[in-house]
T-cell receptor, first 110, second 113 residues
Framework: QQQVKQSPQSLIVQKGGISIINCAYE??????FPWYQQFPGKGPALLIA?????SEKKEGRFTISFNKSAKQFSLHIMDSQPGDSATYFC?????????FGAGTTVTVRA | KAGVTQTPRYLIKTRGQQVTLSCSPI?????VSWYQQTPGQGLQFLFE???????NKGNFPGRFSGRQFSNSRSEMNVSTLELGDSALYLC????????????FGQGTRLTVV
């Protein structure tokens, strides 16, 4: 049973557009919500993370929005670039254990 | 600062054999976790070690085991390999602070034939 549900499975966006990936969770014990970016043949790389007492966090072109009451969080990639084409995973952590979403493959068309 | 180092990068083993994978965490990180990544099941938590003790374990059979050494380096072992064990095995290291970020290595690609 997947503890973190992620959607969509894949998306295509034009260069300069906005990519939005959504995640939902049930376990209220989760206390940390990171996003990872993974390129083929590589390990996941930490992109940005948020704690549940914060509603939004922005780092460069990447923004996390967090809705604690709805138990949902999302990643927005602004001004998408071809180099952003990768698989993105949301995750939720408790007790040093990460539960991952199924991943979203983002393709940015030039 | 060096990242998480996993060796070897690639392995091919035969069914029934056993395998040992190694992970060196980021300097100063004392928590090491292992994950299995497959196309069908995604990223799944195997276990987490801190101070040579397993603190948390995922839902994997007993064929999967691990250990951590006093220098925080960790190994995981899979015995009696099955075809379904073919996967990318990832190690992540974390500072021992709740909610600290986990940093992953490049992984070991295990193929069981």
């Amino acid at each position: 049973q997947q503890q973190v549900k992620q959607s969509p499975q894949s998306l295509i966006v034009q260069k300069g557009g906005i990519s939005i990936i959504n995640c939902a969770y049930e376990n209220t014990a989760f206390d940390y919500f990171p996003w990872y970016q993974q390129f083929p043949g590589k390990g996941p790389a930490l992109l940005i993370a948020i704690r549940p007492d914060v509603s939004e966090k922005k780092e460069g072109r990447f923004t996390i929005s967090f809705n604690k009451s709805a138990k949902q969080f999302s990643l927005h990639i602004m001004d998408s670039q071809p180099g952003d084409s990768a698989t993105y995973f949301c995750a939720a952590s408790t007790d040093y254990k990460l539960s991952f979403g199924a991943g979203t493959t983002v393709t940015v068309r030039a | 600062k060096a990242g998480v180092t996993q060796t070897p990068r690639y392995l091919i083993k035969t069914r029934g054999q056993q395998v040992t994978l190694s992970c060196s965490p980021i300097s100063g990180h004392r928590s090491v976790s292992w994950y299995q990544q497959t196309p069908g099941q995604g990223l799944q938590f195997l276990f987490e070690y801190f101070s040579e003790t397993q603190r948390n374990k995922g839902n994997f059979p007993g064929r999967f085991s691990g250990r951590q050494f006093s220098n925080s380096r960790s190994e995981m072992n899979v015995s009696t390999l099955e075809l379904g064990d073919s996967a990318l095995y990832l190690c992540a290291s974390t500072r021992d602070i709740p909610g600290a970020s986990a940093f992953f290595g490049q992984g070991t690609r295990l193929t069981v034939v």
